[in-house]
């Protein structure tokens, strides 16, 4: 059973720093693209931080960067989100997604629906 879990988040004030994790299992997601999306309450899932399957290639929203990083652990079963600087309007519940193939790319995928495989969340609250 493929599963991606999320943890880190919490209650931050304005200006600090949070790292989230998204641990995977089922199958091996190291030589997938992932990324990390974030749903504020009443708005669409946005995309914030995209790596490709090989590692190279990143994405970053305008609103995140220079303050957050996407990065893969050693063991690449696992990928991290730190955020610094943090504001108000990073308030959200923060998704770790996996893309479905695993051969060696260096596309960025920037859409949810290139995004197979799902965790359950982690919500950041940032305070001012």
């Known amino acids: 059973q493929v599963q991606l879990v999320e943890s880190g988040g919490g209650l931050v004030q304005a200006g600090g720093s949070l790292r989230l994790s998204c641990a995977t299992s089922?199958?091996?997601?190291?030589?997938?693209?992932m990324a990390w999306f974030r749903q504020a309450p009443g708005k669409e899932r946005e995309l914030v931080a995209a790596?490709?399957?090989?590692?190279?290639?990143?994405y970053y929203a305008d609103s995140v960067k220079g303050r957050f990083t996407l990065s893969r652990g050693f063991a690449e079963n696992t990928v991290f989100l730190q955020m610094n600087s943090l504001k108000p309007e990073d308030t959200a519940v923060y998704y770790c997604?996996?893309?479905?193939?695993?051969?060696?790319?260096?596309?960025?995928?920037?859409?949810?629906?290139?995004?197979?495989?799902w965790g359950q969340g982690t919500r950041v609250t940032v305070s001012s």
């Open positions: 997604a996996a893309h479905p193939t695993t051969y060696y790319s260096y596309s960025v995928y920037t859409t949810r629906e290139a995004y197979d495989y």
């Open positions: 089922g199958r091996t997601f190291s030589g997938s693209a």
């Open positions: 790596i490709s399957s090989n590692s190279i290639s990143t």
